[in-house]
């Protein structure tokens, strides 16, 4: 059984901005423990679907299945990492990693070690105390990476991450972030308008178009796992074989734009 | 030369110029002391600063009737506080209510846009009638009129939270109660210790209507009955003692408001 199943999924908001349905007939499965990606241009749904999936928006026709189970509103099991920020800025860094724990009614210590754990494994060792206000962008971005992930979520919904960020912090995260993967062996469902992005990190890249957003196209990738595999994402990104890969993407997008 | 962190560009710069402030008060003790020293308005309409200190000795002094000013000020003091601490058990609660339920908006918006802006006065003989002319009357009064703008922070501060931030919450597995407790109202906080601090205000500025009606005590009993022998410098002084307690109590406010939300306005 897949981890998770989309399955004819419509989503028409009430007061539309345009004509018609944002996402029509969306159907895609991700296997438990891989990557899957939704590559598309700025407007053509993407964080409409992510919040279909973590359950904020009930779809207008269609299922969505995790585990076989249909989704009915917001659940820990699907974590999320937002596009806008979504820390919570009276709480520290580690206050906001902790969060979770504190729902679940971890005692204080054993949440605190935790957060410090987490935040130690994202690159922010002795950032427990620290502000938000304190941070660079790229710093709280860690730091919601993780609060994501000390939920402890079945699958976690990325929505361009790290979409504001410089092309050297990004790559940077994208290596932890494969990295965090291997050692978690989590199912993550990662949103991204970035073409190389999406080739580098996706088991499966799903291509939308826009107005209507639907699936146009769909690639089984394993550059990530090659990454894992080698260690060099430079030897991985001037690979002919993935620039290749990453041309049929960029095409794809081009292509439904029409 | 280090760049202040504290000083974002574009914002309104934070902080002010207390040399600045101190100068323009010395400026303005000096033309009344030149105003009261070179006759340019009887003493009866504006009592020179060395009247108003002497009246102000003389209140302190056990003479003065009534506990003198020390007395005054306790029982102003504790009206106040009695109102506030009454208000705030009172209008909070309403307030986050209106803010997070559709019904309770409906039902008390009206009501509270009716009342708020009806002024103290307007209503002062209405709370003689249901509550006499003792303590109770006067703290009822202020309640009133501290109770709006309580109501209306709570209410908005329930709105300061951002959208991303619930939904966030609730997939961390987070509940309605949870949300409440550990996101809605830590948004709102720097809302509503503002409508704490206005609310206080509000309260400087109702007191003498408090202590209209058969006050045997307090600061603006003591400005009323001042007036009534024509004692302008002990209205003075009642006036300058109301505006600086409130003063005082509008500092307390805003360094609870810098302990306890120092994020706000930084992400
Ligand atoms: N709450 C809403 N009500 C009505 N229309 C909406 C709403 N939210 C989004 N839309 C519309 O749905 C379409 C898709 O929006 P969405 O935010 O899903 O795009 P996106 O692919 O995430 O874009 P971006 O890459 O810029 O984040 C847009 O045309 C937008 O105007
Ligand atoms: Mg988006």
Redesign the interface.
């Known amino acids: 059984m897949p981890r998770l199943a989309v399955e004819q999924l419509s989503v028409r908001y009430a007061d539309p901005a345009g004509e018609g349905p944002v996402l029509q007939d969306v159907s895609f499965t991700l296997e438990a423990g891989e990557i899957g990606v939704v590559l598309g241009a700025s407007g053509c749904g993407k964080t409409t679907l992510l919040?279909a999936l973590?359950?904020?928006l009930p779809p207008t026709a269609g299922r969505i299945l995790l585990d076989g189970r249909p989704v009915r509103?917001?659940?820990?099991e699907?974590?999320?990492v937002?596009q806008?920020?979504?820390?919570?800025?009276?709480?520290t860094a580690g206050g906001n990693v902790e969060?979770?724990l504190?729902?679940?009614g971890w005692p204080r210590r054993k949440r605190r070690a935790e957060a410090e754990a987490w935040l130690e494994r994202l690159g922010l060792a002795g950032c427990y105390g620290r502000?938000?206000?304190q941070l660079s962008g790229g710093m709280c971005q860690r730091v919601e990476l993780a609060?994501?992930l000390a939920?402890d979520?079945a699958i976690l919904?990325l929505d361009e991450p790290f979409g504001a960020l410089d092309a050297f912090t990004r790559e940077s995260l994208q290596i932890l972030l494969l990295t965090l993967w291997r050692d978690s062996g989590k199912s993550l469902f990662f949103i991204t308008h970035s073409v190389e992005e999406a080739a580098f990190l996706g088991s499966e890249v799903l291509v939308l178009s826009p107005r209507p957003g639907r699936v146009v196209h769909h690639a089984k990738l394993a550059f990530n796992r090659a990454f894992l595999h080698s260690g060099d994402v430079r030897a991985v990104k001037a690979d002919p074989a993935f620039i290749a890969a990453r041309e049929r993407l960029l095409e794809a997008v081009h292509a439904s734009q029409g | 030369m280090p760049v202040r962190a504290n000083d974002p560009y574009g914002l309104p710069p934070p902080g002010g110029a207390w040399p600045l402030s101190l100068a323009v008060a010395a400026a303005l003790l000096a033309l009344w002391w030149a105003a009261a020293r070179f006759g340019w308005v009887s003493p009866l309409f504006l009592p020179g600063p060395g009247r108003v200190w002497r009246a102000f000795l003389w209140l302190c002094s056990d003479q003065a009737s009534g506990g003198g000013l020390a007395g005054h000020v306790l029982a102003s003091l504790g009206r106040v506080l009695a109102g506030f601490l009454l208000a705030v058990a009172v209008a909070l609660p309403l307030g986050l209510a209106m803010g997070l339920n559709r019904l309770v908006r409906a039902g008390l918006d009206p009501l509270l846009e009716f009342y708020r802006p009806l002024p103290p006065l307007a209503y002062l003989p209405l709370t003689v009638l249901w509550l006499g002319i003792g303590e109770g009357q006067k703290v009822l009064l202020l309640t009133l009129a501290m109770a709006p703008p309580l109501v209306l922070a709570a209410r908005a501060g329930v709105r300061a939270v951002a959208l991303e931030q619930l939904h966030a919450a609730y997939a961390m597995g987070a509940g309605r109660r949870q949300v409440l407790l550990f996101v809605v109202l830590p948004a709102a906080l720097p809302d509503i210790l503002t409508g704490l601090r206005i609310a206080l205000g509000f309260g400087w500025t109702t007191l003498v209507a408090a202590e209209m009606v058969a006050a045997q005590q307090g600061l603006g009993q003591m400005v009323l009955n001042a007036a009534n022998f024509l004692r302008t410098d002990i209205m003075m002084v009642g006036i300058l003692v109301i505006g600086l307690i409130a003063m005082a109590f509008d500092g307390l406010m805003r360094l609870l408001a810098r302990r306890l939300t120092p994020w706000h306005g930084k992400v």
């Open positions: 919040n973590a359950g904020f509103g917001p659940g820990a699907r974590g999320v937002l806008k920020q979504a820390l919570f800025p009276w709480l969060f979770p504190r729902l679940r502000p938000l206000h609060r994501a939920a979520p919904l």
